[in-house]
T-cell receptor, first 109, second 115 residues
Framework: SQQGEEDPQALSIQEGENATMNCSYK?????LQWYRQNSGRGLVHLIL?????REKHSGRLRVTLDTSKKSSSLLITASRAADTASYFC?????????FGEGTQLTVNP | DVKVTQSSRYLVKRTGEKVFLECVQD?????MFWYRQDPGLGLRLIYF???????EKGDIPEGYSVSREKKERFSLILESASTNQTSMYLC??????????????FGAGTRLSVL
C-alpha cells in the first residue's frame, strides 16, 4: 500500500519562483526521504530527514517534517527550468521504503 | 558513485513469453529491490532481497519471481508475460552504513511492453 501521498499532483511555476510540495503519511517512521525523477529515468535521492528532526536544508532544498501531523514538505527556492521533474516522498519504517505517487513539477523559463 | 545498471532500457515481448530483467550494482550493497511504476499508481514494490539467495515479497508479487545468486545481481522474472505487465520497471539497491543505509540508488529503468 502507498503510505505517502503527495500534494499537489502537478505544479507549474515560473523560473525564479519557489515550489512547495507536501507529503502526508499514515504510520510511524524512522525517516522520510525525497527523491527526484526526470522523465523516463530512475529516481535520484535528494534529502533524508530523520524522525527527530524538524527541518533540514541542502542547497536550494528545504525539507520540514511534522511527525505529530504525519506530514512533510519540500521547498525548492529560486527554481530553474532544470528542476522540472517528478518529486516523490518515501517513508522509511525500518524494513523498506514506501513511495508516494509523486508531484510533477514544471518550471517554465 | 553508486552505479545500478539495468540490462535493457526498452524491451518488447509477446504474451506468454518468459522475460528476464537483470540488475547489477557495484557498491556491495546488501539490499536490492524491484519496483514497477505506472501512471497514477506511483512506485509499487514487487520483490526485495536482503542477502544472497534471500527474497521477500513486496506489495504486488503475483506473476513475478526473482533470483539473487550473487550479491551484485538481482533478476526479475516474468514467468509468462501478460499485457497487464506492460510497465516501467525500476531496480534499486541500498546498504551503505549508518543512517544512510536505507537510501536507495536506482537504475535508469526498463520500459517493458508486452504485446
Amino acid at each position: 500500500s502507498q503510505q505517502g501521498e503527495e500534494d499537489p499532483q502537478a505544479l507549474s511555476i515560473q523560473e525564479g519562483e519557489n515550489a512547495t510540495m507536501n507529503c502526508s503519511y499514515k504510520t510511524s517512521i524512522n525517516n522520510l526521504q525525497w527523491y527526484r525523477q526526470n522523465s523516463g529515468r530512475g529516481l535520484v535521492h535528494l534529502i533524508l530527514i530523520r524522525s527527530n528532526e524538524r527541518e533540514k536544508h541542502s542547497g536550494r532544498l528545504r525539507v520540514t517534517l511534522d511527525t505529530s501531523k504525519k506530514s512533510s514538505s519540500l521547498l525548492i527556492t529560486a527554481s530553474r527550468a532544470a528542476d522540472t521533474a517528478s518529486y516523490f516522498c518515501a517513508t522509511d519504517t525500518g524494513s523498506r521504503l514506501t513511495f508516494g505517487e509523486g508531484t510533477q513539477l514544471t518550471v517554465n523559463p | 558513485d553508486v552505479k545500478v545498471t539495468q540490462s535493457s532500457r526498452y524491451l518488447v515481448k509477446r504474451t506468454g513469453e518468459k522475460v528476464f530483467l537483470e540488475c547489477v550494482q557495484d557498491m556491495d550493497h546488501e539490499n536490492m529491490f524491484w519496483y514497477r511504476q505506472d501512471p497514477g499508481l506511483g512506485l509499487r514494490l514487487i520483490y526485495f532481497s536482503y542477502d544472497v539467495k534471500m527474497k521477500e515479497k513486496g506489495d504486488i508479487p503475483e506473476g513475478y519471481s526473482v533470483s539473487r545468486e550473487k550479491k551484485e545481481r538481482f533478476s526479475l522474472i516474468l514467468e509468462s508475460a501478460s499485457t497487464n505487465q506492460t510497465s516501467m520497471y525500476l531496480c534499486a539497491s541500498s546498504g551503505a552504513g549508518g543512517p544512510a543505509k536505507n537510501i536507495q540508488y536506482f537504475g535508469a529503468g526498463t520500459r517493458l511492453s508486452v504485446l
